[in-house]
């Protein structure tokens, strides 16, 4: 038996970018693509640099 990530793995923000609901969903919300990409990107910088921190003072 498998675990949830195994049987489901977890998508890339590309993979959800690309998806036609997420894509409608996005257009009636008047979601900017590259604004949310930005976004997403600056999230992924700062989580990584506490990661980071946080294990060099342990």
């Given at each position: 038996m498998?675990?949830r990530?195994d049987c489901y793995p977890?998508p ?13 969903v ?11 990409r930005?976004?997403?990107e600056?999230?992924?910088r700062r989580q990584?640099?506490?990661?980071e921190?946080?294990a060099?003072?342990?």
């Open positions: 498998c675990n990530t977890i890339t923000a590309q993979e959800l970018l690309s998806d036609p609901v997420i894509r409608a996005m257009a009636a919300d008047a979601v900017d693509e590259n604004q949310l930005s976004l997403l600056q999230m992924s990584t640099a506490e990661t921190n946080t060099a003072h342990h």
